[in-house]
């Protein structure tokens, strides 16, 4: 689809980053993770809280929406669980008094902090027998990868797409109802 050939770099670098993203993402790993520290959350509220945490602990319900990709009745179930699970809470925004916010709760902010935590952990072993030098390289070239694959460096989603020549149905991650 593409002008790289199948065994070019490019290749090689979307194949390995699917593999990553296609197993840290995966439902089972995720459980395997909240397991190992004790937690007891569904997928989605791993995503949420994890996304959350992210942001500083608090977000619009419409932004927590977008984020994990759900429909915004989804995402009012979910906060309701999340709520009743004392997870989060949900406020009236600072800033504008017609929006709400929702903001880990005590408890919330302690299950991010084991979450990142255990992902700490597992990159911190992954890059156990890197070097430093390696591995500041490495932190490095992600750092600026990462925002340029996201559009976030000038150019834009778009040129991001046609660069990793995806097409697209190849979706990782499915829009819930």
């Not at 935590?117 to 156990?128: C, I, N, P, T």
């Not at 990462?146 to 995806?166: F, T, W, Y």
Request: charged content about 30%.
């Amino acid at each position: 689809m593409g002008d790289a050939p199948a065994d070019g770099l490019e290749e090689r670098v979307l194949r390995d980053l699917v593999r990553l993203l296609a197993h840290w993402s995966a439902p089972h790993a995720q459980r395997e993770i909240v397991r190992e520290v004790g937690l007891d959350l569904d997928d989605t509220a791993i995503r949420a809280v994890y996304a959350l945490g992210l942001r500083g602990g608090a977000a619009r319900p419409s932004e927590l929406a977008d984020v994990l990709r759900l429909t915004r009745p989804t995402a009012s179930k979910l906060l309701g669980r999340l709520v009743s699970e004392n997870l989060v809470d949900v406020h009236d925004h600072p800033e504008d008094g017609r929006a709400k916010r929702v903001q880990l709760t005590g408890r919330g902010l302690e299950a991010y902090r084991l979450l990142r935590g255990a992902g700490v952990e597992r990159v911190g072993g992954a890059l156990r027998q890197w070097d430093p030098d390696e591995r500041e390289r490495f932190a490095q070239l992600l750092a600026r990868f990462v925002p340029q694959v996201l559009g976030q460096d000038g150019e834009g989603a778009a040129s991001a797409q046609r660069q990793a020549s995806v097409a697209p149905g190849d979706r990782f991650e499915r829009r819930t109802s």
